[in-house]
């Protein structure tokens, strides 16, 4: 008997059209606080429809630019999947767009996660690891339950603590950078600094 095809590090299936991928997606309002959700998409899924799923679900504003990276165990960018053509790319830099790459590509035995960052002023920057698989229920991408509202306020205070102790630098989408997520220090949870008296002064006003 012919065994399903696997593959290595993410114990997901190629075969069974009934299964997708289960994602871990999580952001920090503070370095004791993180906000969790579990996203099921499918191989075939492209990241345009992760992001269109994403920005929904998260209730980002506006129409700013994004960027999903895929991420080692330690979260350092390996490579950039653009919302849009940026132009001006240097010839040795071929950067994926999101609705020509399918989210199933980028899988790897050695690559499970990706990071996603909406508008790169503000920085809202969400973490996807991949725990799983479940049967479909519906078409994906979609959240598995509870579902979690993000309120204006928790949307500012994930951009601010974003900005206070996840980026180096405000990125530059389509440019080509060492780590542009994280300073030279490893990733590790919790996150040094802790921003919990400024941030809970936040309202909704703030955004």
């Known amino acids: 008997?012919?065994?399903?095809?696997?593959?290595?590090?993410?114990?997901?299936?190629?075969?069974?059209?009934?299964?997708?991928?289960?994602?871990?997606?999580?952001?920090?309002?503070?370095?004791?606080?993180?906000?969790?959700?579990?996203?099921?998409?499918?191989?075939?899924?492209?990241?345009?429809?992760?992001?269109?799923?994403?920005?929904?679900?998260?209730?980002?504003?506006?129409?700013?630019?994004?960027?999903f990276f895929t991420a080692d165990d330690k979260w350092h960018s390996i490579q950039e999947i653009c919302l849009t053509d940026m132009g001006g790319k240097k010839k040795d830099i071929i950067i994926p767009l999101m609705s020509e790459a399918r989210i199933g590509d980028f899988l790897e035995s050695?690559?499970?996660?990706?990071?996603?960052?909406?508008?790169?002023?503000?920085?809202?920057?969400?973490?996807?690891?991949?725990?799983?698989?479940?049967?479909?229920?519906?078409e994906p991408p979609y959240c598995i339950p509870p579902v979690y509202s993000l309120s204006k306020s928790e949307l500012a205070r994930i951009g601010m603590y974003a900005r206070k102790n996840l980026i180096g630098e405000v990125p530059i989408p389509g440019e080509k950078q060492e780590d542009i997520l994280f300073n030279d220090t490893e990733f590790n949870e919790p996150f040094p600094g802790d921003e919990d008296d400024l941030l809970n002064n936040w309202d909704d006003e703030n955004i």
């Open 110 to 138: 050695s690559v499970n996660r990706f990071k996603y960052i909406y508008d790169f002023m503000k920085c809202y920057m969400f973490f996807m690891e991949l725990i799983g698989e479940e049967e479909k229920k519906e």
């Open 1 to 67: 008997m012919k065994k399903k095809e696997q593959k290595r590090g993410t114990g997901i299936t190629k075969s069974g059209e009934g299964k997708v991928m289960v994602f871990r997606v999580f952001s920090y309002l503070s370095k004791k606080k993180t906000l969790e959700w579990k996203v099921a998409v499918k191989r075939s899924n492209t990241f345009l429809e992760l992001h269109n799923f994403l920005k929904k679900l998260f209730g980002l504003p506006g129409n700013e630019l994004a960027s």
